[in-house]
DNA sequence: TATGAATGAGCCTTCATTCAT
DNA sequence: GATGAATGAAGGCTCATTCAT
């Protein structure tokens, strides 16, 4: 079994994905939870701090793997225009894949204290720079436009995908995701052209 | 004094703005609102159904009115263009003059169940539309480019302003929203460009 | 009814006094004080701060009365000796009278944090005090001793009566606890005298 | 090294006297106890029974090599009013001396079970024995009056005593215990005298 | 309408104890 | 004997909501 040799971090962190996905933050018990994950309610708490901290936990690594899919991406990318293809790509094609993710970081995750909102904000900084990285080798190679705010340029990207994606979940995924990569692709080269 | 003909609901729901604002949404118990308000725990429940009504409604009556305005903002702007620039505008100002409605709107209305994030939607589709329908008629008047995809799009710029927005409050206001209008709109009307 | 009448305050003390008594404050559920008074959990927490401040309260009212009784008898003695002896008499028999607040008083009371043994200590002094200016008296009026050290002879007192006290109920008051005053005031009579 | 032949029950008693006087009984984890003795928690439990064992076991180590030294000291006095005056001595100077075992048994071990406070009083028999012993001896030498209640003046002489020692460790040790030897000494030497 | 005292369901967390290794 | 990860029962407290006045 691979059950036997997972540690119990992770099964805890699967069972709150899960748990949280069905019952949202506040109506996630910790006993529900635990029970989930197949331990005794106390076993959590060798594991987490508290309650906020198994959804920061869940944050830091579950995002983590996916910035980390980012960056390899985009390093991939000879130009920035792919890159920036190659990051809406991702943003849609694994949220979409991944329903129940994209549910607890869209949904639940926003359900939380400015403390924890902060928390997160620090885990999604590798991605919002990495969207910057690319805006800058952008201007660098004359692709996108010279005196592109960055700072602010980010924000809008980021915001905009992330936007669609909550869109398309509360709408109940009614219709493809991975769909809408195209236009977005567009919009935002449309954009930065020079 | 208009206070005196100032209903109880509207009393209430000023109450409740000051004190989701200071306490969150979770942090703020339905006496606090109570005590602000100058009322009674009961008399609460005599306008409210309940503490996710207060919510629900404060997001209703204060929204709405920023969409009318919005609307009446829209209707007076001779091109699609300039009807963009003056919801980006509206936006912008209208929240960083009234940061406590901003605070409500952009991090304690989040912190909600899915129904009431539903709810949210509803109270938000008319500014949506609104936006679509700058997009339609930016699309006739020949200033945006033919085949949009007007859905995908309303997302994409609303997502981007919103994110600005909670960003700026996130960071603590320590610079300018306002400022950002420029760039913002600049940005969408290249990406709209035909 | 008096109950009717009678504040939920005292009802709550009440029922704490019996169910202490009964289970010992660690045994003692703040929900089974609730039941034994008639009450809801809830409304305890309307009416005291929190469980260990239902104890303090406990001891404040019902060991402030009878300090009261103690110093209404001091007062109406006309010698020290008669003082002293009203004071052994009034401990001995109130105590006896009374076993569930005695076993509340000399066991329970005691299994709290320092914190509490100091409020309680402080609940005490006004009885502590009495004790020592009834030697101050004696000492004016030649009976006692000159030159007795006050601030160790009412600790001597006052624990040789609290110990025999403690022992008694220990003991499962198999004896009367009365027929030691008697002899009680003897021992401290002979040790003061001049 | 005695530490290496120092057994683990010593051990463990020495960590739970230094855990329990910095933290009290209910403040003290067992967890804390086997991490201040270097053990594992679940060695405690070849040792001890459970965790009010460590209580008992403690009390009964640790006083009853206290009381073999008041009875050798008694047994060393030639009247009985040397005794007295010795065992009010020791009983003073050992706790001045050893302040956190002082901590323990005035203040810590009180905070117990009514279960517990039996075994305690077990525990002590044999030095309120001792003082009755001291007593009849005295009586039969003629140096203190006949016809004193023994069972009685054990107790006042045993509770004068601890409280005094109470007082003292309350107050913070302000002042000198061993001071008041003297007049505790005379106190109960008057009271005794024919 | 308005009040606010009373309700009581609900839940996170602790920690003494066990037991497979 | 020794370990320490795992257990799971237990309980103090909060607070949205009700209802007699």
Redesign the pocket.
Known sequence: MTSKKMN?FELILDAAVKVFAENGYHGS???KIAKEAG????????YFK??EDILVSLFRERLGELVGKFEASARESATADEALRRICELHYTELEQNPTLAYVTQIELRQSSLELRKAIGQALKPYIDLIENVLVKGMDEGTFRAGTDVKLTRLLIFGAMDEVVTSWLISGRKYSLSGQIENTVSFFLRALKP
């Open positions: 119990k018990q910790v006993s331990v005794a309610d106390g076993t959590i708490y060798l508290n309650k």
